[in-house]
């Protein structure tokens, strides 16, 4: 399908000329493709995870350790997405083009927050193909918050903590509301 202007926009949900490879917390949010609740089952208020899920958890965990200065904290993986706290840490200049230019073409700075969520979902997607789920596929982007005091933080701490107490009235309980 040849590029149309008039119908393929896509409006970026990202802050305007924000640099996302700066020191910060950011809460964020991935979706499995159309909502499938292929990570897990919520079962006694709380969450049983599938293979899939088994391994979106661990290769979440595993971020700090390919990311320089990048720290993980209260995450939880729901049966159908992921919510967490990423916090970037000052480690010094880690890029040099003006940020101007980083919205060209969808570029994604290196050691930023989209590189980071990247990254993470090509590594889960990449094992679910060579693993026998090769149907599995993220929703695309991601949704993401910059958390900015203490008391945002502590609030989506305790979000985070109580999702899957709350997932029978959960917006992406696709049992409680279908896909459009």
């Not at 997607?125 to 900015?148: A, S």
Request: glycine share 4%.
């Amino acid at each position: 399908m040849k590029y149309d202007p008039d119908k393929h926009h896509r409006r970026s949900v990202r802050l305007k000329e924000y640099d996302y490879s700066q020191a910060g917390a950011y809460f964020i949010t991935i979706c499995a493709y159309n909502r499938e609740c292929i990570l897990g089952d919520v079962v006694d208020r709380g969450v049983s995870l599938s293979a899939v899920g088994k391994i979106a958890k661990l290769f979440f965990e595993e971020i700090p350790n390919h990311f320089e200065g990048v720290a993980l904290d209260k995450f939880v993986v729901m049966p159908n997405h992921l919510h967490g706290i990423i916090t970037i840490q000052n480690v010094g200049v880690q890029n040099f083009e003006p940020l101007q230019k980083q919205n060209a073409f969808q570029h994604i700075m290196p050691k930023s927050l989209g590189s980071i969520i990247r990254t993470y979902k090509s590594a889960v997607t990449h094992w679910c193909r060579n693993n026998g789920y090769e149907h599995f596929k993220w929703q695309r982007n991601y949704y993401e918050r910059i958390i900015r005091d203490e008391d945002e933080l502590r609030a989506i701490r305790e979000y985070i903590a109580e999702n899957p107490l709350k997932w029978e009235s959960d917006k992406e309980n696709p049992s409680i509301y279908p896909n459009p």
